[in-house]
């Protein structure tokens, strides 16, 4: 199984470029935009809520080093909450993308004690689940265990 997160804030009154230099962590900026920018190159229509999406530093993670990649996740949600807070965030969320066999498909998303952590930031857990074929599954796999 192939673990991706993506952990995104986003609120009406965050402008994300404000704060850029002053977030703590290993994590890497995927993307953000202000309310005021416009949705599509060349449009007239803005956002009207700013955002950034945070990628992992290993971006994927394997059954083996799950544990590790959500703690990583909890430890940077808590070094830097108060910073998003204070600037305007008003939603947090992981999307989850799970990739496996396609056999019967079981996995914990946090185990209980980082439950009990994120609980208190509030912060969603959207899931989506792909099916590979076991080749493409096992080649990803390798791969992803030579970056951990």
């Not at 079981?106 to 209980?112: D, K, T, V």
């Not at 439950?115 to 969603?124: A, D, G, H, P, T």
């Not at 590979?132 to 992803?144: D, F, H, P, T, V």
């Amino acid at each position: 199984m192939i673990f991706k997160y993506d952990f995104s804030v986003s609120g009406d009154n965050f402008y994300p470029d404000r704060i850029l230099n002053e977030i703590q962590g290993n994590f890497n900026i995927d993307s953000y935009f202000k309310p005021t920018d416009k949705k599509f190159k060349g449009g007239s229509e803005e956002y009207g809520y700013g955002g950034i999406s945070f990628w992992h530093s290993k971006k994927f993670s394997t059954e083996d080093e799950i544990l590790k990649y959500e703690k990583d996740f909890i430890d940077f949600i808590e070094k830097n909450y108060s910073l998003f807070i204070e600037n305007g965030v008003s939603e947090l969320e992981i999307f989850m993308e799970i990739y496996f066999d396609g056999g019967q498909c079981n996995f914990e998303i946090f185990n209980r004690e980082m439950l009990k952590q994120i609980k208190s930031f509030e912060v969603s857990l959207p899931i989506s689940v792909y099916v590979l074929k076991n080749e493409e599954l096992q080649k990803w796999e390798n791969e992803i265990k030579l970056v951990w």
